[in-house]
């Protein structure tokens, strides 16, 4: 297993050093000028700009600041921003603001989606089957920032009857909150609970679909009749022969779209105003600031990678004719 | 200790964003009500949040790094600066100082600034002509002064370079230093615009040479001191800059405990944080249907003034077409300013009117109307014009010359519903002429500034703001070698012309320069005015009182030590 780990990562060392070339290259070059909002404010002189210039290494030649960059990575510096912010804190901040979003969301969506898709796959056709199928595309096919508005509208009116402030709209947390411990929870609870519903009914949707169809093709499959025939009890069948195999997919899929979420979920923080990744790559990508658009590719990347290699082992847990392969 | 404020022009600062241009001045009258009348008695203690789109990236926005709107907002309550402006477009000095700077020779042209003698920073050293020096010397355009500014934090290498956001006016003077509290700067030429000088919030210098980074970066975590209102409390970085009372201030004590500055990045969203109460203020851009849903909303008070933004439709003159003025012409008489204005602005307000003049606004006394000739729209004016300069109408009804059809690129910057929909009547207008209008609109990562640069444009609408420097205004539009004249106009009359006017010093005289420029661009036209927009739409909880407009860069904030509860708030 260690090697197989091993052998994953290392495959995925060349992919990460060429896309961040790529990517690099890209945003330095077709980004246009960085400074060109600042050459049109008057009274900004030449020198100025030519400083600026030099402090943002954008006199020198693109693969020249490329291994600028390169050679700081490797000591552990992922540079300043166009801001002169140091990108390390600043990544790692933003980092933990989207966690804190997603992992919650991940979490229930997953817990939901398994109990959805079971449900409906085990009473295939009943009204219940059709209710999460048609919800579900519902889901599925609403714009996420038209779904966030809504839940805002919503959670705002329901405030409004109560009198009261449960749903909160901008934010991660009520700014300089006074009170004891469960005061700043529930302030934070309120923050997390409309955009993280926003990101659970998406994903929900997506991924209960994925596990009905999947946990209908094992219930079909001959050693689930096998089992029954053999006297095998209804639960542990379920459970025990078909869900464990019907999730395997499933958990391709979570631990693919996890990764990818680290990345920020970029509607949805920006409509509720939390300065999380996706914020922060639609920043950097907007004035061009190569250094934070690399680090974030770098964590970003990182994620899929790992998350990847966590579906492979978790492949390897529930079907362990893989781990023998 | 302040001296009386004067009608005379809209003091304001560089802005990040802005795209700065003529605005106002005036006559020598003091005039009531540039305060809002009388305050109202309100609550001691109490809290205010605002949405901010934007986070400052540092607090010194005096550098080109730093220089923010949202930044100037939170700095005029904790560093001192020179003048502000007031509602009514006056200004005034500010506690900072303890009188009008003076005019104390014409020859060559000096003036003196009188700094208060109460005014102390927070660590109990006295504001003084050090850290107006300290401007100077970081402004005055020599940029590297032969010696180390700073160590550079990373590399432990001097820094000698200096990034200041403008040299205007500090490139052209000396500095005296008269002693502790008085200083004097002497100009090469009379400088008319002195007022302007000193106007952005200023850092304590007795810190900032002594932190690592000075002047460019001293101040990226903190501003060190205050000798404002109010000081920082707290940056919680991507969240919230909160302030607290200053102590220490010598001015008008504020009523309010802390101002709260939320970053709320999607303006959109602002009106359901402040319905659900998260924040207590907010202003964002003009929209006809966000207006129309604050003034709905129970317990919020919203209101749109017209200031100094005025919206323009540009000619990009590298277009061979658009080169020739008959077509400009065509154009100017084939719109119908006034139903945009009427479609548009009046929504806001029933003040809403056509602007005629680039030099000035229509709610200044020296504004003059000068755009008359193209006041109604008048089909058979323009496709005469056309016809003149060798158009023929085509089939497809559209005038062509040499095989070249009259049609035109028209742009703005997404998302901006208003100017989507004025885009869409000018094409329809234009199409009643004879002129094909193709809308090819654009959004970030690009910007007006960038597509203004790049001249990637036929038709460009987007919206000058306002500053009181009406002269420099002028030039950095329409002077032959500004980068900020997108469409490449060029007139050697015009640009002798603004010279002239930059040297007047009778405010009266130099208006009557600016209004005659202006008629030499109505019969160039460079572009043509459209109206004067509301810089945005100003809404608050309605249990705050004291919260009064203001169209200047100074903002709506120029009272906040007025604001407060109301008694009967809960």
């Not at chain 1, 994953?8 to 060392?13: C, D, G």
């Not at chain 2, 904790?78 to 014409?106: H, I, K, M, Q």
């Not at chain 2, 100077?136 to 940029?143: E, R, V």
């Not at chain 2, 008629?519 to 005015?529: A, M, R, S, T």
């Amino acid at each position: 297993m260690l090697a197989f780990t091993l052998r994953r990562l290392a495959v995925s060392i060349p992919v990460v050093i060429a896309s961040s070339f790529i990517v690099f290259v890209l945003v330095a070059t077709a980004g246009g000028d960085p400074l060109a909002d600042l050459r049109l404010r008057p009274g900004v002189t030449e020198e100025v700009i030519e400083l600026r210039r030099q402090q943002l290494n954008l006199d020198k030649p693109v693969l020249e600041r490329y291994g600028i960059w390169v050679k700081d990575v490797v000591r552990g510096d992922l540079g300043r921003s166009f801001t002169n912010e140091e990108v390390r804190p600043l990544l790692f901040r933003r980092l933990g603001v989207t966690l804190r979003l997603v992992v919650f969301a991940t979490l229930v969506s997953v817990l939901l989606a398994m109990v959805i898709g079971v449900v409906a796959a085990v009473k295939q056709y009943s009204r219940f089957d059709y209710a999460a199928t048609f919800l579900a595309f519902v889901f599925f096919s609403m714009p996420v920032f038209w779904l966030a508005a809504v839940l805002r509208d919503v959670g705002i009116r329901v405030n409004r009857r109560l009198g009261e402030r449960v749903f909160f709209v901008a934010g991660e947390q009520t700014p300089n909150l006074a009170g004891g411990f469960f005061t700043v929870w529930a302030d934070r609870i309120g923050h997390l609970i409309l955009p993280s519903l926003t990101l659970v009914l998406i994903q929900m949707a997506a991924w209960s679909r994925f596990q009905r169809a999947s946990m209908l093709e094992v219930l079909n499959a001959d050693y689930i009749r096998t089992a029954r025939a053999k006297g095998v009890s209804s639960a542990r069948v379920l459970f025990r022969h078909g869900l464990r195999n019907a999730l395997i997919p499933v958990v391709t899929v979570v631990a693919i779209d996890f990764g990818l979420v680290l990345g920020g979920a970029v509607i949805t923080e920006t409509v509720f105003g939390w300065a999380g990744m996706g914020r922060l790559l639609v920043d950097a990508l907007g004035v061009g600031d190569v250094n934070v658009v690399q680090a974030w590719l770098l964590v970003t990347a990182m994620m899929v990678v790992v998350f990847n290699l966590v579906a492979d082992l978790l492949y390897g847990f529930l079907d362990p004719r893989t781990r023998r392969g | 200790m302040v001296g009386g404020r004067r009608r005379k022009a809209l003091l304001g600062t560089l802005l990040a964003v802005s795209l700065v241009a003529a605005a106002c001045g005036g006559d020598d009258e003091d005039e009531g009500g540039a305060t809002g009348g009388e305050t109202e008695e309100v609550r001691e203690g109490g809290s205010i949040a605002y949405a901010a789109e934007q986070e400052p990236t540092g607090f010194n926005n005096l550098t080109s790094k730093d220089n923010l709107l949202e930044l100037r907002h939170i700095m005029q309550h904790v560093w001192p600066y020179s003048y502000r402006a007031l509602p009514d477009l006056s200004v005034e000095p500010t506690p900072a100082l303890a009188g009008e700077a003076e005019v104390v020779s014409e020859s060559p042209f000096t003036v003196e600034w009188k700094i208060a003698e109460e005014a102390i920073w927070d660590d109990d050293t006295p504001v003084s002509s050090d850290d107006f020096e300290w401007v100077w010397l970081s402004c005055n355009g020599k940029i590297d002064q032969g010696e180390p500014t700073a160590k550079d934090e990373d590399t432990g290498q001097d820094v000698t370079g200096l990034d200041c956001a403008s040299t205007a006016g500090y490139d052209v003077s000396t500095f005296e230093k008269v002693d502790e509290k008085t200083f004097r700067l002497a100009f090469e030429e009379p400088y008319v615009e002195y007022e302007g000088l000193f106007g952005d919030p200023l850092p304590p210098a007795h810190l900032g040479k002594a932190q690592p980074g000075g002047w460019n970066t001293g101040f990226d975590a903190s501003p060190l001191a205050s000798a404002g209102p109010y000081k920082l409390k707290e940056w919680a970085k991507g969240a919230h800059i909160t302030l607290e009372r200053n102590p220490k201030y010598w001015g008008p004590e504020p009523n309010l405990d802390t101002i709260v500055f939320r970053q709320i990045p999607d303006p959109s969203t602002h009106a359901d944080t402040l319905r659900n109460d998260e924040v207590q203020i907010i202003y964002p851009q003009p929209q006809v249907d966000l207006f129309e849903q604050l003034r709905t909303l129970s317990g919020v008070h919203s209101e749109a003034n017209f200031g100094p933004a005025w919206e323009h439709l540009d000619f990009n003159f590298k277009n061979e077409l658009l080169a020739v003025k008959e077509v400009r012409q065509a154009i100017a008489y084939g719109i119908d300013r006034d139903r945009y204005v009427a479609t548009l602005m009046k929504p806001f307000s029933d003040e809403a009117s056509r602007l005629d003049n680039r030099m000035f606004v229509t709610n200044q006394p020296e504004y003059e109307a000068h755009g008359q000739e193209y006041a109604k729209r008048d089909v058979a004016k323009a496709t005469a014009a056309l016809e003149k300069a060798g158009f023929v109408k085509g089939g497809d009804g559209i005038y062509a010359k040499d095989g070249k059809r009259a049609s035109f690129r028209i742009r703005v910057l997404q998302p901006n519903p208003l100017r989507e929909q004025l885009e869409q009547l000018i094409q329809a207008d234009l199409k009643g002429v004879g002129i094909d209008v193709r809308i090819d609109n654009f959004a970030a990562p690009d910007s007006i500034g960038k597509i203004g640069a790049s001249g990637d444009f036929d038709l460009f609408i987007f919206a000058w703001v306002g500053t009181p420097f009406e002269v420099s205004g002028g030039q950095q539009i329409f002077s032959s070698d500004s980068d900020s004249n997108f469409g490449k106009y060029a007139n050697p009359e015009f640009d002798a012309g603004i010279k002239e006017a930059a040297a007047i010093l009778d405010e009266g005289e130099r208006a009557d320069k600016l209004n005659e420029l202006d008629e030499l661009l109505w019969e160039d036209l460079p572009n043509i005015p459209l109206f004067q927009k509301p810089a945005g739409v100003l809404a608050y909880q309605d249990r705050y009182a004291n919260i009064i407009d203001n169209t200047s860069t100074e903002s709506f904030f120029w009272n906040s030590v007025n604001w407060g509860l109301k008694p009967s708030a809960q």
